[in-house]
């Protein structure tokens, strides 16, 4: 049963919303933040807004196309630690998914995504250039909304820039020799998603005034749970349904991005595993020669039903888990309630 209001077109984005806010105490609390949520979608359509044309068109393109608002809902969320969801938190939720939206421009290039959310990726539509100059600007156009309210928050935007920027210069450049493969997976995860969604979680909280001796566990909540949610997209990335990903299944593979379920393969020393790994490399190499992507279908298929997959499902609970058990800290109530669950539902997707 969902506690969604009657119409409300964030609850149908977020589709979390039924696991998140299930409870009697929590349906006041869900109030709050669907209300809150159309305040920052609002808030989104009118910092988008650019005075060129062109501009205007590339930085709406993505944010018209969808999203569950995951990391606005956190914010307002840890608000109610606070004074709740002041214009100053929606300006941080608001800031914070804009960077979000400049992160995917990006992405898209680096990873040669040829979908996002069910459409066209920007650079498909504009060229890499105008896609990696339309990140930018939103990028440029957050630090701005951060900017009204001070240095502590123009440096936490800063910070999770950083790491974001980081994130990726690693994962472009791959492991080193004697880097572990899965652990260096994991500290790109921790700097690409976990910052952003660990930056959501601190600043609701900081906002709103809430008690400083939050902050620390709610950074690590968020930098846990956001590693478990990419831990998870690597095993939907794999889905044979295509609307359930807004991708070509597999699409990370094809372009030659390792996923976790690639690389606990690549661990697995059984003739099977090495055959099939060798399969997807070398359909990988054939595709990056200008081969048709649909030549690693069967390969891909494989790989979702291989144990390595499960495994990589059982190391996001395992991420999920001690999300929850940061919380600790935390009062009882519908806040932390609210939080444990979402940890719970972020790995829960895939059923």
Not at 7 to 30: N, T, V
Not at 114 to 129: M, Q, S
Not at 302 to 325: F, P, V
Request: glycine share 8%; aromatic share 6%.
């Amino acid at each position: 049963m969902t506690f969604s209001a009657p119409g409300s077109r964030i609850a149908s984005k977020l589709g979390l919303s039924d696991r998140i806010f299930a409870g009697p105490r929590s349906r006041r609390l869900l109030a709050t933040v669907e209300s809150g949520l159309e305040r920052v979608d609002e808030a989104l359509a009118r910092e988008l807004v650019m005075a060129d044309s062109l501009a205007n068109a590339t930085s709406r393109y993505l944010y018209d196309a969808g999203g569950k608002r995951v990391r606005p809902m956190l914010t307002l969320l840890t608000s109610q630690l606070g004074e709740g969801p002041t214009d100053k938190v929606i300006d941080g939720a608001t800031a914070l998914e804009m960077t979000h939206l400049g992160s995917l421009y990006h992405d898209d290039v680096m990873d040669a995504a040829d979908k996002r959310r069910g459409v066209p990726a920007a650079h498909e539509v504009w060229g890499n250039n105008i896609a990696i100059l339309t990140g930018d600007l939103l990028f440029s156009r957050a630090s701005q909304i951060m900017a009204r309210h001070g240095e502590a928050a123009i440096r936490l935007q800063a910070d999770t820039f950083e790491r974001l920027v980081i994130g990726q210069m690693h994962e472009t450049v791959g492991p080193q020799d004697g880097d572990d493969r899965v652990e260096f997976y994991l500290q790109v995860l921790a700097d690409k998603t976990g910052s952003l969604i660990a930056a959501a979680a601190q600043t609701g909280c900081v906002f709103a005034g809430g008690p400083v001796e939050f902050e620390a566990p709610l950074k690590t909540f968020g930098e846990k749970v956001g590693v478990a949610f990419q831990l998870l997209d690597d095993v939907i990335d794999l889905s044979a349904d295509a609307d359930e990903t807004g991708k070509v299944p597999g699409t990370d593979l094809r372009a030659g991005v390792p996923t976790m379920p690639y690389l606990v393969l690549s661990e697995r020393t059984d003739a099977a595993s090495i055959g099939l790994r060798e399969r997807i490399d070398a359909g990988v190499a054939s595709i990056s020669d200008g081969e048709d992507p649909a030549i690693l279908d069967g390969a891909l298929a494989e790989l979702r039903d291989h144990e390595a997959t499960q495994a990589t499902l059982d190391l996001a609970y395992s991420w999920s888990n001690e999300a929850i058990a940061a919380l600790d800290p935390l009062p009882d109530g519908a806040v932390r309630e609210a939080l444990m669950r979402f940890a719970r539902a972020v790995v829960d997707r895939s059923r």
